[in-house]
């Protein structure tokens, strides 16, 4: 089966730049999006970002500008730099691959802490 596991976040403060990893197995890649999601306590599941296997790219109005989603297909991975970071910002990030930015396929799994805090 497909698997994802998330890594780069952490602790820091608001201003601060955090880079997230998604490495992924199997044919991941095949989907038309991989994306990313985060979900801060008691607020459901949002998008962030999305890319497509054209390179399209899509953003929430919250991080446009500050954040950037990329892959690298040799490695089969995908990123989101995230600049300018705001204690809004502080959630569990998850990644997820679909047709659609807003159909997630696959199962979720335990995300990467991000916390942005003075």
């Known amino acids: 089966q497909v698997q994802l596991v998330e890594s780069g976040g952490g602790l820091v403060q608001p201003g601060g730049s955090l880079r997230l990893s998604c490495a992924a197995s199997?044919?991941?890649?095949?989907?038309?999006?991989m994306v990313w999601y985060r979900q801060a306590p008691g607020k459901q599941r949002e998008l962030v970002a999305g890319?497509?296997?054209?390179?399209?790219?899509v953003y929430a109005d919250s991080v446009k500008g500050r954040f950037t989603i990329s892959r690298d297909n040799a490695k089969n991975t995908v990123y989101l730099q995230m600049n300018s970071l705001k204690p809004e910002d502080t959630a569990v990030y998850s990644c997820?691959?679909?047709?659609?930015?807003?159909?997630?396929?696959?199962?979720w799994g335990q995300g990467t802490q991000v916390t942005v805090s003075s």
């Open positions: 997820n691959a679909g047709p659609a930015v807003a159909i997630p396929v696959y199962s």
């Open positions: 199997g044919s991941i890649y095949r989907d038309d999006y």
């Open positions: 890319i497509s296997r054209v390179s399209s790219t």
